[in-house]
């Protein structure tokens, strides 16, 4: 269900912001138009909410609509950040929180309550794992190989993003975002880095990955718990090596 509603957030992202590529494929707008982008993402929210319905559990349906809102006010609110050039560390930790993390959330949350778990540790880890996340591919943006996450880099710095990287950057050289974004891309990628926004971004993904792993402490031992450890840490791991 969750991933129902990631694609057809996607599909209208990649409408917002002119992507012409999605995972080394044809964005739908510019495959099909934006019509039919606009309706298949619609008819994906629609399936979602269908198969919510059937549960026939009120908790799951109210975690699952307060994120969806949640992802709409992600949105909305990096859409204000870029027309207002708002910088906030602070800011920018709430949008990706609204954009992403709370989708890993309210998956290991309903999971939990599928279970007949109260154990709130469930759901802190996908707060923590979905920031990490968010981080790293934020960090890919720059530092990414095309190849690999299926897109070219550079797209949040040529749409005015102020992600955490570029953030670093413009406070240690007390320029505006202006400033910052009307440097070539090139050049913006030495002043993230000679001014530590990399390696920044990078410790901000470790932080969370460890708040994440200590949340696991209170889960029952499994190979379910296990996988979850691995998987955070082979994000903390995959922030390093791009950084090298």
Known sequence: IVEWLHAATLIHDD????????????????????????????????????????????????????????????????????????????????????????????????????????????????????????????????????????????NDFHQGKMTLPLIVAMRAQNKTAAEMLEQPFAQALATIHANNGFSYTVSAIEDEVELALNSLQSITESEFRSALATMASSLSQAGKELLN
């Open 15 to 154: 409408i917002i912001d002119a992507a012409v590529e999605r995972s080394n494929n044809v964005s739908t707008h510019i495959q099909f138009n934006n019509t039919c982008a606009v309706l298949g993402g619609d008819y994906l929210y629609g399936l979602a909410f269908k198969w919510i319905a059937e549960l026939e559990r009120k908790e799951i349906t109210a975690c699952i609509a307060e994120a969806t809102t949640k992802i709409v006010e992600g949105e909305l609110m990096q859409l204000q950040a870029t027309t207002e050039k708002i910088t906030s560390e602070e800011f920018y930790l709430s949008v990706i929180y609204r954009k992403t993390a709370c989708l890993f959330q309210v998956c290991t949350e309903t999971a939990a309550i599928l279970a007949g778990s109260k154990n709130p540790s469930a759901k802190l880890f996908g707060y923590h794992f979905g920031l990490a996340y968010q981080l790293f591919d934020d960090l890919q943006d720059y530092l990414g190989d095309p190849r690999i996450i299926g897109k070219e880099i550079g």
